[in-house]
């Protein structure tokens, strides 16, 4: 069964500062990753989608990495920004498919101006 | 394009109650999921269509939870005879097949009394 684990739980950084993110999971046999970004009381905006064949993805400021082989993801925020706080979720599927997501509990980020 | 709306934003109900849940997946995704968010449980699977295929409920916590697909589109999430647990926020989200990337809606939050 897969299972997802996201540290820190919580992140409090100053503006302009890089960060790093980190995701691990149990079953390397997975067909992709994805990492999301939720504020309060909204859904879900996913951000990156890494296909099991990639080792990175890039959009904007955000890099995310994949290495199967020690069943870890981190996504890369650079530059931080005060509009970059939410709570940020990866997600991997079940091993029997790719259509049940398995979900981290999440990392609350807060940048402060 | 529009993308995943979900109704109603917000469902009070009192314990012992059935509500409905709809969701209006992004035109043309024949995947729809549904998931719930709840404190201290994160983010959990409950539901997967695909198409005409049967569905696939292995993540509906009990029989009072059933969930339907009318013409390959919107779908409804059914729980019978509420319960303060089943306090949460349902999400669903759509993809396209074979794509793996799941387009979240802004979520019902159901409080039951």
């Keep these: 069964k897969q299972e997802v684990t996201q540290i820190p739980a919580a992140l409090s950084v100053p503006e302009g500062e890089n960060l790093v993110l980190n995701c691990s999971f149990t079953d390397s046999a997975i067909y992709n990753l994805q990492w999301f970004r939720q504020d309060p009381g909204k859904g879900l905006t996913s951000l990156l989608l890494i ?7 890039t959009s904007g400021r955000l890099n995310a990495s ?48 | 394009g529009a993308g995943v709306s979900q109704s109603p934003s917000n469902k009070v109900t009192e314990k012992g109650k059935d509500v409905e849940l709809r969701c209006d997946p992004i035109s043309g995704h024949t995947a729809l999921y549904w998931y719930r968010q709840s404190l201290g449980q994160g983010l959990e699977f409950l539901i997967y269509f695909q198409g005409n295929s049967a569905p696939d409920k292995s993540g509906l916590p009990s029989d009072r939870f059933s969930a339907e697909r009318t013409g390959g589109s919107v779908s409804t999430l059914t729980i019978q005879r509420t319960q303060q647990e089943d306090s949460a926020v349902y999400l669903c989200a759509s993809s396209l097949a074979g794509t793996g990337k799941q387009f979240f809606g802004p979520g019902t939050r159901l409080t039951v009394l």
Excluded at chain 1, 51 to 57: A, C, D, I, L
Excluded at chain 1, 84 to 97: F, H, R
């Design chain 1, 66 to 113: 994949l290495d199967k082989s020690s069943g870890r993801s981190t996504l890369y925020i650079a530059a931080s920004q005060p509009g970059d706080s939410a709570t940020y979720l990866c997600a991997a599927p079940e091993n029997t498919g790719f259509q049940k997501l398995v979900f981290g509990t999440g990392t609350r980020l807060l940048v402060s101006p």
């Design chain 1, 51 to 57: 296909q099991s064949s990639q080792r990175e993805q």
